[in-house]
């Protein structure tokens, strides 16, 4: 509307001052002067609304509406909770396969005031998956064995039969909807919110915010045409971040783990703002286009101020329930649920000691209320037994006494993903 007014005003002034009795040539040099003002407005403005449109556009076919249980405050958008929790998918679908798994599994617990993270990595190969009571899913698969095919198939047995197995069949996605109530159960974290990415179209994703810089120690072989990610500092587009994140050739579900932790990290250390907004156009479209969430959209501008905090001050820090310290063929779920909650309490800890030290409270803390996951144990020492094998090399039987697989983490306590992704 400003546009169009400014507009006005400038055909408007040249109508009035123009002389009557001018000629051929001041007419056209006037009003070629009026036409390059205007489109010195009109384009810039068409720009903005066109940008205005797309992202409302993508606001509103990705994000979800605000649910009458849980309104919103714009002064308190979490509702009082001190950590919000966000089941994070990767959806591994194609043309060649029937259904959708979900390959990849992440629980981010996040600080809403520090910024700091939890990512709790779930194996694929859990078996044995267990549903709180009273679900439709533990009534047809009931204890003590539970589910009889593993964690990724959970998503398409819903899928299939929302009617029959989902907690909500009118939520937008069903499935992933009761997979949150699945993972919360298995966990013991209260997932608010689920965010699934189509593996096929995440790296529209990346090569939209320009790619990402990352290190690899050893060849990753990826795809059926024998192609190599090198060793060394590499800058990967989407496609190559791609396979970085799934190739298990010459490696495990868990390496692959390690490396999808990694991405996360290097994703939100490198996407440059700058780039962001001259992809604006390219990114929403991939985001329509591979992202589905049931974050509303009311909550999405204290998310983005969310992302910045844990961007500029917060930690990253990775727990995989994963072997050695988890029996993916026969999880012990209460043990699991300690272990998480042990995983979120350290880092809770460990900020209430920050805060005393900086407010000159802590003159009596010991070295050991150091965290854990800050120092890992000496080349060749069990940090619990003392014993001349770690528990990687137990498991193992290799010499190395940690895993050398970028993102890879073992042991009950979380490590920070500075430590773990070169």
Sequence with gaps: MIAVLWMTVILHSWVITK???AKWFPRFLGASVVLVLCAGIAVPAGLVMRTAHTAY???ASVFGSEKEEEPHDAADPWNGQDRVNVLLLGADSADNRYGVRTDSMMAASIDVEYGDVVLIGLP???ENVQFHEGSALAEAYPPPYGYDDL???VYQTVAENPEEFAENPAAADPAADTFKGVVGHSTGLEIDYYAMVDMRGFEDLIDAIGGIDVHIDEPIPYGQEGD?????DQHLDGNEALWYGRSRINSDDYARMGRQGCLIKYVADQADPARVLSSFQELAGATKRTLKTDIPQTKVPAFIDLADRVNEQGEMRALQ???????????DWDEIREIVDEAVQEQEERQAEEERAQSGDDEEASPEAAPSGDAPPSPGTDPETGDDSTEWQEYTGLDEPSPTTPGRQVGD?????????P
């Design 228 to 232: 190599v990610l090198d060793a060394g």
């Design 413 to 421: 306590d979380p490590t920070s993903l500075d430590k773990l992704c």
């Design 19 to 21: 002389p009557a009795d």
């Design 57 to 59: 556009d993508t606001l």
């Design 321 to 331: 329930l994963s072997p050695p310290q988890v029996n993916t063929a026969y999880p």
């Design 151 to 153: 964690l990724n198939d």
């Design 124 to 126: 694929r190969n859990l």
